[in-house]
Nanobody, 115 residues
Framework: VQLVESGGGLVQPGGSLRLSCAAS????????MLWHRQALGKERELVAG????????NYADSVKDRFTISRDNAKNTVYLQMNSLKPEDTAVYYC?????????WGQGTQVTVSS
């Protein structure tokens, strides 16, 4: 099983980034997919989640109306479009796949929002 995040980097406040998470080794289309983040010295927090078909999504209040989670089951990939980025969005972002007792994690990608 592999989850490989990409798309992180340094961006100015107000800018945008699109994170991708490529999955392999399991039946991606059956799994709920989530993005979490962890800032330095803080606990990890759930940012967004999407159901297996992509119909149901949910977001943390802190990112609602700025971030959009989506998935392409044909490409085994989940995305996180991040707009209007703020310095407080700076964190390592992790991709997570869940189905019953299965719980898979990626290695994370750093997002830094700074001028």
């Amino acid at each position: 099983v592999q989850l490989v995040e990409s798309g992180g980097g340094l961006v100015q406040p107000g800018g945008s980034l699109r994170l991708s998470c490529a999955a392999s080794g399991f039946t991606f289309s059956r799994y709920q997919m989530l993005w979490h983040r962890q800032a330095l010295g803080k606990e990890r927090e759930l940012v967004a989640g999407i159901g297996s078909t992509g119909v149901i999504t949910n977001y943390a209040d802190s990112v609602k109306d700025r971030f959009t989670i989506s998935r392409d089951n044909a490409k085994n990939t989940v995305y996180l479009q991040m707009n209007s980025l703020k310095p407080e969005d700076t964190a390592v972002y992790y991709c997570n796949a869940r189905l019953r007792w299965d719980d898979y994690w990626g290695q994370g990608t750093q997002v830094t929002v700074s001028s």
